[in-house]
């Protein structure tokens, strides 16, 4: 068990902690523990405010982008929802995939010396199956008082085959500006960064005041690097702000979604966003409030409180009884909101941890991957954002089952009627880790009922449309065709037949010799042309989370 000691050792500098200890100790004269302590919290207040941007890409991380790389003998997913074909040779100039070549038929021999023979690189995937990179659609980059390195979000999002992130936000605005400059140039590690904020971030105008404001604000951000407005129907976001920035975000070409948070929802729900041109929902808030009939207020206990995270999201999962799957209203409101083209970004992962919290806090890769700050942050408590379980009961989480029920069917039915659907993870808190949360949304899809395919297209050719359709202009990744960006994802597994495969603590199985054995993993991640060795990229991972176990005086372990 961490000390208290320990924990204030990394926020406020190990030394300073040691000082205050030494004169509480002797008994030192009050003024100079004082001091001690204002010198303590000075250095905590400093470490808090640093978040560090991504260090500059070593020689030895990734090789490419090349003038030619061939990706060899793979099993091709292209992400449009098309069965797997193979074996293909992916040829990549530069950042493009240029073409896409039968290189043989299955359970025959390759024919050898195909071209081109001229690559500077060639990637064996023979036995491999190849995908686009992934989109998450709803990424943060981490805290300071969680995860301060950007480049330990990033590298855990690209050794997960994630290669685009819809940021919301990934950062404060300047730092997001120039990490996206910075990727799109490849001078870090990370994946191609889209730059969604909260209204009125950035700019030195301060708080928005109304809606003329708004639309001003919006002006500023499409001039300086912003993608896209997030949502949350909450403070300064009074009806009237929120859709007149919904109209002039489109007006600018950029994208909005939102996160209907309760203190807005009954003023504004997912319906009648849907219909202002909200261009994607978040997470489950506003659809079953959009489907109460007869009210418009879910049936809240009389001592709620939404400052109180353990209320906030206890009672959240409550209103799964209040509506009806499958009604005529179920319906109309899908069909409405896919008339209305707003996309679905369920994240289903981020509450997994409210249905099972013994499995989201016992999952095998925290020893390994998660950083003792992040794993500090998950801890419960009544001031960190998400950190609720304070008492966390049996009934607690029957209630959350009831609730994903009708949630997995509403997302279902949704892309059953047509409506898209986008793959996010929102990591970073409820015990959700960077990369790992991706995949287990996948999964999530799958209990859903989505068919492995449709997940894969969800997840990329779905992600990649919605981040450009603000725009006007057609996705230039999400696909694996000619033309697009070279962002592919290569596993040893076939992941249609299993998703846990792409965990990068692997599956286990056992072998024909009776033999537990681990298998998977993504193999090699390509973003933008340049092919990262996915569990390089974790070694990376857990050497950053032993040198913080080792500051802290903790034991290293994992794999």
Known sequence: MRTTLGVKAVLMGAGAVCAAALLLATGAPSTAVAQAQAQSQAQAAQARATLNPAPPRRADEGFGPYPLMVVRGAMLIDGTGAPPMGPVDIVIENDKITDIIQAGWPGLPEREGRPPLNAAHEIDARGMYVMPGFVDAHAHGGSPQKAPDLEYVYKLWLAHGVTTVRGVSLAPHDIAVSEKARSARGEIVAPRIFNYQTIGSGWSRGRIRNPEMAREWVRWGAANGVDGIKFFLRGDETPEVVLAAIDEAKKNHMGTVAHIAQPGVAQLNAEQLAAAGLGSIT????????????????????????????????????????????????????????????????????????????????????????????????????????????????????????????????????????????????????????????????????????????????????????????????????????????????????PLANFKTLYGTGHERLSPENRIETVGGVRWTVARGVAYDAPALLADVKAMVDRQKAERGEAQGGR
């Open 283 to 494: 997470h489950f808030y506003g659809h079953f409030e959009s489907l109460l009939g007869g009210r418009t207020i879910q049936d809240y206990p009389t001592d709620y409180n939404f400052y109180d995270e353990q209320k906030r999201f206890g009672e959240a999962a409550e209103i799964w009884d209040e509506v009806e799957p499958g009604s005529a209203q179920w319906y109309a409101y899908l069909e409405a909101q896919k008339k209305a083209g707003v996309v679905f970004d369920p994240t289903m992962t981020i509450y997994a941890a409210s249905r099972d919290l013994m499995r989201a806090r016992n999952a095998p890769w925290h020893q390994t991957y998660t950083l003792p700050a992040l794993a500090d942050y998950f801890q419960s408590t009544r001031d960190n954002h998400g950190s609720y379980f304070f008492d966390w009961t049996t009934s607690n989480e029957v209630a959350w089952r009831r609730f994903y029920e009708r949630f997995m069917r509403l997302v279902n039915d949704y892309k059953k009627v047509g409506g898209r659907v986008t793959v996010g993870s929102d990591s970073g808190f409820i015990w959700k880790l960077y990369g790992f949360g991706y995949i287990e949304e996948l999964e999530l899809l799958q209990e859903a009922g989505f068919h492995p395919l449709e997940i894969v297209r969800a997840a990329t050719m779905d992600g990649a449309t919605t981040l450009a359709e603000p725009t006007g202009k057609a996705p230039t990744f999400g696909i694996v065709r000619p033309g697009m960006s070279a962002d592919l994802v290569i596993t040893t597994e076939n």
